[in-house]
């Protein structure tokens, strides 16, 4: 518990504190970015990018090391990356255009053929003197036991650019990820703002290969929008939502894997991220399943207590024991079932209300207007007094029925 309390407080020493700041700083980034492909319904696109990064790290290093150098320099080896990412963006983004094929064909395609050619120059390079100790696989799952000042400076800027990128075109990207067309006539370019959140994408795999890894980095990407879409309805709280869940996330991540040294940080950071999803899934206000199981119930109470009043209206039997409780509790029946003088008057004004939808059905022939009853919705919340009134003196009733 000290090593995590410690680690947590940045008081694990220089290196975890460096890592910590760094995936918080990664997440943050990695969040807003990720938030319109996620609204593009472009997810895959991440997982394209993040694979075509992994030849242009092994292009790198041969480049370096045939000029003399010994491979390893940081933004080297990022810039190779990028090189390579882009091309595999632009890959992608042709075939979608220019080919029949289907954009999730050419993502296969590209994340394949990219991925392989990563691979087989990853083998050639540890067969080299300079590549045996290259350390070139943690771009795969991420390392961050020997992370310096530099790389996190590298993490910092590259994520601060992105973050202000993403804040500057975030109203094109917004119209381009709802609806293409419209953001096209209004003259909106749809395939430079593609690129342009593409481009988001792969500045931020990028700078997060040294920490998660190509491979964990779509986790990243993805997640953290998917989460904070179930704690928020408007597009530009997505967005920040995202970003602070996968700051969180990142951070998180980063204590436990420092507090017990054993944890690979990039695993860490993405299981912290799902399970931040999980709780949101079940617990989130509006969207979570348990709010959907306790409107359900709420909803199921509603209509047996509707169809237990209709029933006391027409003296009918209530055979429904549900329905018999939840009246009992509402103070409608007695024990024995007979109804209370409030329970009269509410069955009363149920049974008034139904025929007071026939007459607005019969005067306003409004599908848009009448259709909103389901027999549930208090006509007042529909019509004004002064129609109720109306609709009272159509069917010879009083003008106005007082509801208990």
Do not use: C
């Not at 348990?290 to 409107?295: D, F, G, I, K, N």
């Amino acid at each position: 518990m000290q090593a995590f309390w410690d680690a947590l407080t940045l008081n694990a020493g220089y290196n975890a504190a460096l890592v910590t700041l760094g995936a918080a700083m990664l997440g943050f980034a990695a969040g807003t970015s990720g938030t319109f492909l996620f609204l593009r319904k472009r997810a895959l696109v991440s997982d394209a990018v993040a694979h075509a990064t992994l030849p242009g790290v092994g292009l790198a290093f041969l480049i370096m090391v045939a000029l003399g150098g010994d491979g390893r320099n940081l933004m080297g080896l990022l810039a190779g990356s990028a090189m390579t990412a882009w091309l595999g963006l632009l890959t992608v983004e042709w075939m979608a255009r220019r080919t029949r094929l289907g954009e999730d064909t050419a993502i296969g395609a590209v994340l394949s053929v990219f991925f392989g050619i990563g691979v087989v120059l990853l083998t050639v390079i540890q067969s080299l003197g300079q590549g045996r100790q290259a350390g070139l696989e943690d771009f795969l799952l991420g390392s961050t036991a020997g992370m310096l000042f530099e790389d996190a400076v590298v993490i910092a800027i590259g994520g601060a650019l992105a973050v202000a990128a993403t804040f500057v075109l975030r109203r094109p990207m917004t119209l381009v990820a709802f609806d293409p067309g419209y953001a096209a006539a209004s003259g909106v370019d749809v395939r430079r703002i593609d690129l342009a959140m593409m481009g988001l994408v792969m500045a931020v795999t990028v700078v997060g290969l040294k920490i998660v890894g190509l491979i964990l980095i779509v986790a990243m990407l993805i997640i953290p929008p998917v989460t904070a879409r179930f704690w928020t309805e408007q597009s530009d709280r997505v967005i920040w939502y995202a970003g602070a869940l996968g700051g969180i996330a990142g951070y998180l991540g980063a204590v436990l894997s420092a507090s017990a040294p054993a944890l690979p940080t990039g695993p860490i950071i993405v299981l912290v991220s799902a399970a931040l999803f999980t709780l949101s899934l079940l617990f989130a206000p509006a969207r979570g399943v348990l709010a959907a199981v306790l409107r359900h119930r709420q909803f199921q109470r509603r209509v047996h207590r509707r169809q237990g009043l209709l029933a006391l209206a027409h003296d009918e039997p209530i055979r429904e024991v549900y329905t018999l409780r939840l009246l009992r509790r509402d103070g409608y029946v007695r024990g024995d079932g007979v109804a209370t003088d409030a329970g009269r008057a509410q069955a009363a004004k149920i049974a008034r209300d139904e025929r007071r939808w026939d007459i607005a059905r019969e005067v306003h022939q409004d599908a848009g207007l009448t259709g909103r009853y389901d027999g549930l919705t208090p006509i007042e919340q529909v019509f004004t007094p002064d129609e109720i009134a109306e609709f009272d003196r159509l069917i010879g009733g009083p003008r106005q029925v007082e509801e208990v």
